[in-house]
């Protein structure tokens, strides 16, 4: 089911919509793209932020349940999700939603998570002009979405070609039929022609697919770039496929349970109560996070751990090349 | 859920950062791809930066000594207590019987309102802040030489540097986003040469790497000057145009021969002529150093030394040279540039020659007799001089040398105020404790070590009845007859403008995501990034010669070992934000003492042994690390633990000059600990 969203409709949409549910779309602050609650600013979409929406799905910080003592008995307090609508999520992430379904939706499910997603809408947003570190192509996760959206959205000359890709969107498409018009062959062939040019523009580029990173693996020093590696967590904290968590108790008598993002790049991670540590060095600890996305995630999904978005290149501090496995220079 | 750009409260890097706020709460951060010096990159404290906002160990209420323990008060009677005590303490002793020590975690506002506090109100020039632990001797330093006393060009410049000399810095752990500028300028080919007695990761990093005794900077940076003078790398054309007093350098550091160097500082005479070679006659070369060459005796002429070695050869006021001082709070830099300090208002302007302006612009009387700095506030107090003190922000009961002496000090004291976030081994001993609001909690502004001054921002609101300190400070300044009737952070940043040239032209609504980078004199000037560029300050810089000298304490039979002390990555200062930081804490969550492989050999101890550890001043038992990483009769011992606190050992000896205590040298024994 698709229909065709006019330019001036965007907006006004996004007001209905967000009369039902928070939405949450790419906006600037301080002239930086971000994702936070959209309360009727500019939308942001140029490029893809930084920081993921993945975190509307696993958050930094958030809290499991609340915890209360009275006459030395417990009460639990669950936290409330509320209903989202995360709109302007582009392909590479929207793979990483998909993987992170199948790990957090696996045996035994993880409610806090599932629960979130069973309340966010997905709007995704097609990436007609790749950034220049993306290599979404070469993981098979880009330029455009072919699943896991709601309504998914291709910037066509006349406006946005909206696509349902599940039952809850193609709903939103009957209900709010007055913001659309009804879309023909012709704006199929654009989107598809658009996406084309961007497969193009993203084609030429050096070699960084699985393959090409598996290789890289094989031949890196991972002492010498361990030596370069910062540990400022960054790359695990930007990947939106990375997920990663810790939880803990805070407050004593009353207080919360509190899951928290973890990164396997800290010693602590993986470092025994008796101290004693088996990914002993930074190099393989960097090394594990490869593996993590290169063999361990496809050896228990069948995707890629690796969605090619480039934002841990753009975040190491230790200028390595992420993808070559070798020093900058 | 919002996101609000802010400043990060770790070091002085000074990295853009989002705050990420959901239901009035901090729930994460993350990085600011556009900041001009962190470019989209944090290191693990920063993105953890918002995790300890929350924290439900956070004072909430205004509290009052009842006795033995602290109870719960009103901000109304907390403010007039801590008034009607100060005024009664200066009417009966004189107003030097009080003092205040102002935060480096604070906002420039609330620094400057402090100094004002001190100086306006209760009349007294003792207020000082912890930069008389760390840069003191820059300010005193570089402001002598150069004429101006901070880092001379942006961080991001040395990625444009040729050769990097980097001294007593551990730049990766403690400075993550100036280290990454140093590993990109080493990917284009530039040199790195470091000195530190540990081996740390910038060391194995580097190029070259010397390890020198403690406490001997001198000598090996004089000896490297020998070099260069003799091999004639200086640069002639600069000393002649640009600097005086070559002369007298010349004919001291001639007397320091490498090999006179080697005998001193154990540096092989070969491996320093080879570093003074690549320092020197590289296009462009800069200057990183931080503690390392500042917590000494010699703090002030070990600063002197490495200006001199910069002005030889002419490597200042480009971009990719310079001296790049790295200072250790976000806001360290901003608190000495409002005043927070004995001898100087707001701007480095001198007590003894702007008074006259402060009394006309604040129409008050100012004290002129020199106030004390804060290790001689310290000293005061332990004699009865000091009668009265306000601690804002800060935990000298960790951070201090010798903190026995620094709670005997405490102690002595008729009344001590502390403000603080969390409580902390200095509020214990408060007699009124206020609740302070978080850098999540209000608005203002931080300067950077690379003089960037930037905005925080109001994010989340203060838990329960905890303020903003500027908020209070106010208050407090109005009972003493000082109008203070500000009406945000924004109308007091237009006074310290009005009356600080270097900060003349800030204002908040100039404050983008790049801020500003100060001297920064009118409405319609942009900043500067690098200093120095046509001519110094002071016209010419200042040559001087300096002398190496022995550290305050030696060891010796009884005290064979040297201790030196410093911070971790994963920890920030006296721990009382990371150590709430869950990962963080995790991640070092027990003090450990490095000891050299061979030095446990022979003493029989190994990793994760329990050791007893003893200067004349204390004694601690703690954890071992064997490593081959740090010179033998070498101790570590980083100072965030409450556990173990390194400060318990630490000598108060002061550098003349700066008053900045001897925290880097202490004679210590060592052993097994029986169990």
């Given amino acids: 089911m698709m229909a065709v969203l006019s330019r001036d409709n965007l907006v006004p949409l996004l007001k209905r919509l967000s009369e039902k549910m928070e939405v949450v779309a790419p906006i600037l602050v301080e002239g930086t793209p971000v994702f936070a609650t959209w309360k009727g600013e500019p939308l942001a979409l140029e490029e893809n932020p930084l920081c993921s929406p993945v975190e509307f799905l696993l958050p930094q910080k958030e809290v499991l349940f609340s915890y209360v003592q009275y006459s030395g008995r417990y009460t639990f307090e669950a936290a409330l999700w509320r209903a989202r609508l995360i709109f302007g999520i582009r392909p590479c992430d929207l793979k990483a939603i998909s993987i992170l379904d199948m790990l957090f939706g696996a045996e035994p499910h993880d409610e806090a998570y599932l629960a979130r997603r069973r309340s966010t809408v997905l709007v995704a947003y097609n990436c007609i002009r790749p950034g220049v570190d993306c290599s979404c192509l070469q993981m098979d996760a880009g330029p455009g979405g072919r699943e896991g959206f709601d309504l998914q959205l291709t910037e066509i000359g006349s406006g946005y070609l909206t696509e349902a890709g599940s039952p809850a969107g193609a709903k939103m498409l009957e209900e709010q039929a007055e913001f659309f018009s009804e879309a023909r062959e012709e704006h199929l062939q654009e989107k598809e022609k658009l996406l084309k040019e961007a497969r193009e523009m993203l084609e030429p580029r050096e070699d960084r697919s699985p393959s090409a990173i598996k290789n890289a693996m094989e031949k890196a020093d991972w002492e010498a770039l361990g030596k370069r590696c910062l540990a400022c967590g960054s790359c695990t904290l930007v990947c939106p496929v990375c997920h990663c968590f810790n939880i803990l108790d805070q407050g004593v008598p009353d207080g919360q349970r509190i899951r928290c993002r973890d990164c396997c790049l800290l010693s602590g991670f993986s470092r025994m109560a008796s101290g004693a540590n088996p990914r002993a060095t930074q190099g393989e600890r960097l090394k594990n996070w490869y593996l993590d996305k290169f063999e361990y995630i496809p050896a228990n999904t069948g995707l890629w751990g690796c969605v090619g978005c480039g934002r841990c290149s753009r975040v190491c501090l230790g200028e390595m090349d992420r993808w070559a496995l070798e020093v900058k220079r | ?675």
């Fill in chain 2, 1 to 675: 859920m919002e996101k609000f750009h802010t400043t990060c409260i770790y070091c002085g890097c000074g990295c853009g950062l989002f705050l990420h706020v959901e239901d009035g709460r901090a729930v994460g951060a993350s990085p600011s791809p556009l900041h001009p010096m962190s470019r989209g990159r944090l290191c693990i404290k920063g993105w953890l930066a918002g995790d300890f906002v929350g924290h439900p160990d956070r004072l909430k209420h205004p509290l009052m000594r009842r006795g033995e323990r602290l109870a719960r008060t009103s901000w109304e009677e907390a403010v007039e207590t801590t008034a009607s005590r100060f005024r009664k303490m200066g009417d009966e002793f004189g107003p030097n019987s009080l003092g205040i020590l102002t935060s480096a975690k604070g906002t420039n506002e609330e620094n400057y309102l402090l100094m004002k506090l001190a100086r306006a109100a209760l009349k007294t020039n003792n207020v000082d802040h912890v930069a008389r632990l760390c840069h003191a001797p820059t300010v005193a330093g570089l402001g002598y030489a150069l004429g101006s006393g901070a880092m001379t060009n942006p961080i991001s410049s040395l990625a444009r540097a040729d050769a990097l000399l980097v001294v007593g810095s551990n730049t990766t752990e403690q400075h993550p986003l100036v280290a990454s500028y140093i590993l990109q300028a080493q990917s284009r080919g530039a040199k790195l040469i470091v000195f530190d007695p540990r081996r740390t990761q910038i060391a194995d990093l580097a190029d070259i790497y010397l390890c020198p005794r403690l406490g001997t900077d001198i000598a090996w940076i004089n000896a490297m000057l020998n070099v260069i003078v003799k091999e004639g790398l200086a640069d002639e054309n600069f000393l002649s145009s640009r600097t005086e007093g070559f002369e007298a350098l010349k004919e001291a550091v001639c007397r320091y021969t490498p090999e006179k160097a080697e005998e001193i500082s154990g540096i092989p005479a070969q491996k320093l002529k080879e570093a003074a070679r690549a320092y020197a006659s590289a296009g462009r070369a800069a200057i990183v150093y931080a503690m390392g060459i500042t917590q000494h005796i010699t703090g002030t002429d070990n600063v002197q030394a490495l200006a001199n070695l910069a002005l030889v050869t002419g490597n200042l006021g480009r971009e990719g040279t310079g001296i790049y001082p790295l200072r250790g709070h976000q806001n360290v830099q901003g608190a000495c540039d409002m005043g927070a300090l004995p001898d100087f208002y707001s701007g480095y302007q001198k007590v003894s020659l702007s008074r006259p302006k402060f009394e006309e612009a604040w129409s008050t009387d100012l004290p002129g007799d020199p106030g004390l700095t804060a290790v001689e506030m310290m000293k005061a107090a332990e004699e009865g001089r000091l009668k009265g003190l306000l601690v804002v922000g800060e935990n000298p009961m960790m951070s201090y040398p010798d903190i026995s002496q620094v709670k005997r000090a405490l102690a002595s004291l008729e009344f001590l105020a502390v403000s603080d976030i969390f409580p902390t081994e200095t509020t214990e001993l408060a007699d009124v404790v206020l609740p302070a609001a978080c850098f999540a909690e209000k608005d203002g502004t931080f300067t950077s070590t690379e003089r960037r001054i930037q905005r925080i921002r109001y994010a989340v609101p203060p838990p329960s009845e905890a303020r903003p300190e500027w908020m209070w400070i106010c208050e407090l300044m109005g009972k003493f007859g000082v109008s203070a009737d500000y009406s945000s952070p924004a109308e007091v940043m237009e006074e310290i403008a009005r009356l600080t040239p270097i900060y003349g032209g800030v204002r908040y609504h100039r404050l983008g995501i790049a801020g500003l980078q100060w001297p920064c004199p009118a409405e319609d000037h942009p900043g500067t990034g690098v200093m120095h560029v046509e001519k110094f300050p002071i016209g010419r810089a200042r040559l001087r010669p300096v002398e190496h000298q022995e550290p305050g304490e030696a060891a010796d039979q009884d005290y064979p070992f040297l201790l030196t002390t410093g911070r971790s990555l994963y920890h920030f200062h006296t721990g009382t934000m990371t150590r709430r930081t869950s990962l963080l804490d995790r991640e070092v969550p027990v003090p450990v003492l490095e000891v050299n492989s061979q030095d446990a050999q022979q003493l029989g101890i190994r990793t994760g042994q329990r050791v007893t550890v003893e200067s004349r001043r204390g004694k601690l038992c703690l954890e071992a690390k064997v490593t081959p990483d740090i010179s033998r009769g070498t101790l570590f011992l980083p100072f965030h633990f409450h556990e173990a606190p390194a400060n318990a050992l630490t000598n108060s000896a002061l550098d003349p000059q700066s008053k900045i205590p001897e925290l880097k040298v202490t004679a210590v024994r060592i052993r097994r600990a029986i169990e």
